[in-house]
């Protein structure tokens, strides 16, 4: 895989699958590196799919993504939750301005934010969110759900000691601020995951000098079926924030695109057989004021990811050869 050009704004991971197929396992690296962060393993209960997200080096279960055997959801809980509470991916309704073809949409908890206009649901089924404000510069890391963090107990000195103290020192500025400090309001925020295609090459320019094979060539690795894997996940707040401005802005000539908290590539070989390679990029600055922690965004983006390989196999299905069709069934009964 190219190595990407260094931006400090982004966090970069790679995300890899094997290439054995007894092997259902998916790993995240951190990039450049062989160290393995998370990964995704697959159990099969008597009813559902199970894969549990797993922090490697505690082999702590972080996440688990929940699938049925027969129908189609997909549901994503944390070993705190209480039972029978998880969050699901839902597909967007086509009634909505956000729909896309095989687009998804979820709800968690994230940090206030100032900058978030009054937020539209991508589904007329959910209620309104809370608009308190706090200061964007005092977000915290959730551990999900997101907690506010407890304010400071202070005890107030007595009279007499207090003249004391004041004579002797002055005021400190830290003190001052932490004695201000505020729990951190939290609200429910809307998350749209979808499809996200941008060539792998560039296409060259038609020319007497290029050659059909070249042209050929670079028509087919940007239309190769994993090129339908890359994808984004951006806060609905964005999608707004950029409509509204666009409404107010209706002379500009070039589209703009809503800021996206995390962008996947896929950079699966031509050809390549049962196995992914892939690069997914988090935004370091929407992740702050979020609040929540990564491992989260990584379950959600390893979900979408599956949801989306499965989507492209069954279209290739059908329209599959009864040949094809028999090898498919064959190898999927080696894996069991």
Same mark, same amino acid.
């Given at each position: ?77 944390? #070993?705190?939750? &209480? /039972? ?6 839902? =597909?967007? @309704? +086509? *009634?909505?301005?956000?729909?896309? $073809? ?42 999900? #759900?997101?907690? &506010? /963090? ?6 107030? =000195?007595? @009279? +007499? *000691?207090?003249?004391?103290?004041? $004579? ?56 190769? @079926? ?111």
């Amino acid at each position: 895989m190219q190595t990407q050009p260094h931006n400090p704004n982004l966090t970069r991971y790679v995300i890899r699958s094997s290439d054995v197929i007894s092997d259902l396992r998916i790993n995240v690296f951190e990039e450049s590196s062989d160290k393995i962060i998370w990964y995704k393993e697959r159990f099969l209960s008597d009813e559902e799919i199970v894969e549990h997200l797993v922090h490697n080096q505690t082999s702590t279960i972080l996440w688990t993504i929940h699938k049925p055997k027969r129908g189609w959801y997909i549901r994503i809980r944390s #070993p705190s939750f &209480p /039972p029978g509470v998880f969050m699901p991916l839902l =597909p967007v @309704p +086509r *009634s909505s301005p956000d729909y896309a $073809d095989a687009a998804l949409y979820f709800s968690c908890r994230t940090n206030n934010l100032p900058l978030s206009p009054p937020s539209t649901s991508i589904s007329p089924k959910k209620s309104g969110i809370s608009r308190d404000s706090v200061d964007s510069d005092t977000t915290v890391v959730h551990s999900y #759900p997101p907690t &506010p /963090p407890v304010a400071p107990i202070v005890t107030p =000195p007595s @009279p +007499r *000691s207090l003249s004391t103290k004041l $004579d002797e020192i002055g005021p400190s500025p830290a003190n001052s601020a932490r004695t201000q400090a505020k729990p951190i309001p939290s609200r429910i925020a809307q998350f749209l995951l979808a499809p996200h295609s941008t060539p792998h090459i560039p296409i060259p320019q038609q020319t007497d000098q290029t050659s059909f094979i070249t042209r050929a060539v670079s028509l087919f690795k940007n239309h190769k @079926p994993s090129h339908s894997l890359s994808f984004t996940l951006t806060p609905v707040d964005n999608i707004r924030r950029l409509k509204t401005a666009g409404s107010s802005q209706s002379h500009h000539l070039i589209p703009q695109s809503p800021t996206p908290l995390l962008v996947f590539h896929d950079t699966t070989p031509v050809l390549t057989f049962r196995s992914m390679t892939g690069l997914l990029e988090i935004n370091r600055a929407e992740e702050h004021m979020l609040g929540v922690e990564t491992s989260f965004w990584i379950a959600v983006s390893l979900s979408y990811l599956e949801f989306l390989e499965d989507r492209e196999v069954s279209g290739l299905c059908s329209r599959c050869s009864p040949l094809t069709l028999l090898l498919q069934s064959y190898l999927a009964a080696m894996t069991d």
